[in-house]
T-cell receptor, first 114, second 112 residues
Framework: DQQVKQNSPSLSVQEGRISILNCDYT??????FLWYKKYPAEGPTFLIS?????DKNEDGRFTVFLNKSAKHLSLHIVPSQPGDSAVYFC?????????????FGKGTLLTVNP | DAEITQSPRHKITETGRQVTLACHQTWNHNNMFWYRQDLGHGLRLIHYSYGVQDTNKGEVSDGYSVSRSNTEDLPLTLESAASSQTSVYFC???????????FGAGSRLTVL
């Protein structure tokens, strides 16, 4: 049973436009959400995160929105650049105790065309 | 600079052989994790550790084992490699209480 879902395997956008990557989760115990970016032959790198007590977090061109009632989050990249082309993973962490492991979605391949 | 290193980066082995993938971090992080990445599955947790002598099973732990004898290292052992274990393996670490994991560059394992 997949607890973190990224239903779009791929997304293609033009340089300068907005990229929107979506993620849904099913586990109500998740209270912290992260986005990782991964280039080929490299490890995933942390991009941005959001706590469940917030509905938005912004860092430069990257903004993450969280809708707790819908169990949905999205990553907005504005403006998109060719260097943003990578696989983006949504991840979630549960609350309580010493629970520091991440559950990942399957990833979305973003291609930004010049 | 502190870092997390995985070795080997690439390995080819035969079915039934024992394989060990190394993970070494110099941040003195208490938490360490092993994930595998497969097409169509994303990143799945194999084993994790929250400190020396502590190990826990993740969602895909069958056929794998880990041991944590010091803070810096969490080796992943495949007791008898199977073709289904052909994958890219990522080690990650984080400080106690942290939400963000830092990943290594990965080890690509092919089991023939």
């Amino acid at each position: 049973d997949q607890q973190v879902k990224q239903n779009s395997p791929s997304l293609s956008v033009q340089e300068g436009r907005i990229s929107i990557l979506n993620c849904d989760y099913t586990n109500s115990m998740f209270d912290y959400f992260l986005w990782y970016k991964k280039y080929p032959a490299e490890g995933p790198t942390f991009l941005i995160s959001i706590s469940s007590i917030k509905d938005k977090n912004e860092d430069g061109r990257f903004t993450v929105f969280l809708n707790k009632s819908a169990k949905h989050l999205s990553l907005h990249i504005v403006p998109s650049q060719p260097g943003d082309s990578a696989v983006y993973f949504c991840a979630a962490m549960g609350s309580g105790g010493s629970n520091y492991k991440l559950t990942f979605g399957k990833g979305t391949l973003l291609t930004v065309n010049p | 600079d502190a870092e997390i290193t995985q070795s080997p980066r690439h390995k080819i082995t035969e079915t039934g052989r024992q394989v060990t993938l190394a993970c070494h971090q110099t941040w003195n992080h208490n938490n360490m994790f092993w994930y595998r990445q497969d097409l169509g599955h994303g990143l799945r947790l194999i084993h994790y550790s929250y400190g020396v002598q502590d190990t826990n099973k993740g969602e895909v732990s069958d056929g794998y084992s880990v041991s944590r004898s010091n803070t810096e290292d969490l080796p992943l052992t495949l007791e008898s490699a199977a073709s289904s274990q052909t994958s890219v393996y990522f080690c990650a670490s984080s400080p106690s209480g942290a939400n963000v994991l830092t990943f290594g560059a990965g080890s690509r394992l092919t089991v023939l």
